[in-house]
């Protein structure tokens, strides 16, 4: 059996043992490198993660990451809180990806940070409203099949867009064909406002709705009279079919003299 002492030498070791173990994990966790990817310490990690047929983002990238690199993948969707950990990320460029739709708190945990966000040359046509909140990064939308309408404009307003690429954020598809093809910015700065065409074509919809509900309910009252005036018709027939009351009272007083 060990001794007071011993005993406690050996605990004092495995506590120490513990800690360094968790040291390690943590110092590898803040550290390691995707295989996928190349790192390079630069007062930061540089992710380099570029054209390696990724259709995700990677789950164990570097806490200390300052620049991340993900161009030219088959990244298709960016999930919400992905990049929470990254509280240093200053760069972050998904250009020339496959990227269809971006959730809502997709940056949350680097918005406040990010200074440069690249999502140029994806397939892009439409942005939750909050995609982009309290984000100061000058961003790059450019080469993606935008759809012009009022949820589209209401994310652009809160944004900083790349004053190099501004004009090639282009309508693709819009709810007022006249723009198509057009940039986004200056259809907006010309004084068109999509949240006022989408209320009066709401408008539109829902009086037309009313027109026709009005139109279906007149339609019937007037069936309805029409058809109860046909049921009384033949009743005021079927009444004047019926012998006379004064007659029937002649008949029975005649009926009774006799007797």
Known sequence: SLSPIGGHYLHKNTCSLKITVWL???????????????????????????SRNLENIPSNLPKDTVVLLLSSNRIRHIPKEVFTDLHRLRELDLSHNAIESVEAGAFQGISEGLRTLDLSNNHLSSLPKDTFTKLYARIRLSHNPWHCECS??????????????????????????????????QVLDSG???????????????????????????????????????????HMEYLKSLPSTSHISKDYDTASSVF
């Not at 404009?153 to 093809?181: K, W």
């Not at 829902?206 to 049921?231: G, L, P, R």
């Open 152 to 185: 589209l404009q209401e994310v652009l307003r809160e944004l900083r867009l790349d004053p190099e690429t501004v004009n090639e954020v282009s309508c693709y598809t819009s709810v007022q064909e006249e723009y198509v093809g057009q940039p986004v910015i």
């Open 192 to 234: 068109i406002n999509f949240c006022n065409f989408h209320h009066k074509t709401t408008d539109v919809a829902m009086f037309v709705a009313m027109f026709c509900w009005f139109s279906m309910v007149t339609a019937y009252i007037i069936y309805y009279i029409k058809h109860n005036q046909e049921d009384a018709r033949r």
């Open 24 to 50: 390690l994990s943590m110092i590898m966790t803040t550290y390691a490198c995707p295989k996928t990817c190349h790192c390079t310490d630069r007062n930061g990690m540089v992710v380099q993660c570029t």
